[in-house]
């Protein structure tokens, strides 16, 4: 079943599509916001200037936006088509149902967070051809740094000691969160028949949140927004919030999707 989802992906052209238009935002930061600054001597590395850091501009803005639809059109959307299609009726009749619904949830997390940070990996890459490799400097590199007791970023230590970790951890958590936001949408997915619903609900469910957020906790909302804490350098962020937003973005979309393949089950 694993193998059939993936040879499904590689014939999706919306994967194509997400991907694509992620990797267009990533090179877009490139030429705009890191082209004009590679002379060595104006001090920027790969750890300042790529798309999550010290950048911000229009095709992160956008691109970071975007990330709760970009995850969702990947793979979410296959329940619905094979429900639409009466291919369930065959799953069951091969008794493969409970593999069916497994491989399903487990591939889409792992797609979407794919998605999501391909881009992001090429946008790194990119840097690294460009700039030099070079740590950030806390007391030379003003513009740069960060506070070591603030809440600018996680683990702000390893921001100056191991940069590239740092970044990964990053990269990583972008994955994570575009994840759950295709585990949000297959789970709706049981709900919704037109597949273009199926990605922007996701997309619209996230802005509601975080504008509710915000506007209850005016203060420290934005450190449960996922649109601000998967980003590197941003105000506000604090472990507290990534880790109640994570867990929660697990849980309840699990809850959700097998709730609802009880309620659909083909008998």
Not at 31 to 57: F, Q, R
Not at 64 to 72: G, K, R, T
Not at 149 to 173: A, K, R, S, W
Request: hydrophobic share 50%; with cysteine.
């Amino acid at each position: 079943m694993c193998r059939y989802f993936l040879k499904r992906i590689l014939r999706q052209k919306t994967f194509y599509i997400a991907v694509l238009a992620g990797s267009i935002l990533a090179v877009g930061h490139i030429i705009k916001d890191v082209l004009p600054y590679t002379d060595p001597g104006l001090g920027h590395s790969p750890y300042t200037k790529w798309i999550e850091s010290y950048s911000p501009s229009v095709f992160s803005g956008i691109f970071f936006m975007l990330m709760p639809l970009l995850a969702s059109m990947a793979m979410a959307h296959l329940y619905r088509q094979d429900a639409n299609q009466q291919y369930l009726n065959f799953i069951v009749v091969k008794g493969r149902k409970k593999e069916y619904f497994t491989w399903l949830y487990l591939l889409n997390f792992i797609i979407g967070g794919l998605t999501f940070i391909l881009p992001i990996l090429l946008n790194i890459y990119l840097c690294f051809m460009l700039l030099p490799d070079r740590k950030i400097n806390f007391l030379l590199d003003i513009t740069n740094n960060i506070t070591l007791y603030g809440n600018d970023t996680l683990f702000p230590e390893l921001y100056y000691q191991h940069p590239f970790c740092h970044m990964m951890i990053y990269v990583f958590l972008g994955f994570l969160t575009a994840g759950v936001f295709a585990s949000l949408a297959l789970a709706l997915s049981f709900y919704i028949r037109k597949v273009f619903f199926i990605w922007l609900v996701p997309f619209v469910i996230c802005y509601v949140y975080e504008t509710i957020l915000c506007a209850l906790i005016p203060n420290g909302g934005r450190r449960f927004c996922p649109t601000s804490f998967v980003i590197q350098v941003d105000a506000g962020v604090q472990p507290a919030g990534v880790i109640a937003f994570l867990i929660l973005g697990f849980v309840l979309p699990v809850i959700l999707y097998i709730w609802s393949v009880r309620k659909h089950e083909v008998y």
